[in-house]
Nanobody, 128 residues
Framework: QVQLVESGGGLVQPGGSLRLSCAAS????????VAWFRQVPGKEREAVSA????????YYADSVKGRFTISGENLKNTVYLQMNSLKPEDTAVYYC?????????????????????WGQGTQVTVSS
């Protein structure tokens, strides 16, 4: 059975750091693109970052460039999101997702409809 489990969320002060983990079972997580999304109540789900092993590329939303870093460990079947210089506007539930097969992942990585496996999310709260 396929399962993605996020962890690492919590309460942090502005300017602080957190590392989120997405651990997968039942599938090879890195065989397709993996992305982090976040969502605030009342707002649309927002793509944050993604990694594509086949393309050898990482992708970041403008709002997190220079602050967040996505990475993965194939042997652990895990993807990470290192979040530095956190701001209150980063507060959200963060989800990881594994993409469907896409020939041009880089062109569509922000489209949530192109992901077919999702975790349950982990809460990140940035507040003083």
């Amino acid at each position: 059975q396929v399962q993605l489990v996020e962890s690492g969320g919590g309460l942090v002060q502005p300017g602080g750091s957190l590392r989120l983990s997405c651990a997968a079972s039942g599938l090879a997580l890195h065989s397709r693109g993996v992305a982090w999304f976040r969502q605030v109540p009342g707002k649309e789900r927002e793509a944050v970052s993604a990694i594509s092993r086949s393309a050898g590329s990482t992708y970041y939303a403008d709002s997190v460039k220079g602050r967040f870093t996505i990475s993965g460990e194939n042997l652990k079947n895990t993807v990470y999101l290192q979040m530095n210089s956190l701001k209150p506007e980063d507060t959200a539930v963060y989800y990881c997702a594994r993409a469907r097969r896409m020939a041009t992942y880089g062109a569509y990585w922000m489209d949530s409809s192109r992901y077919n496996f999702w975790g349950q999310g982990t809460q990140v709260t940035v507040s003083s």
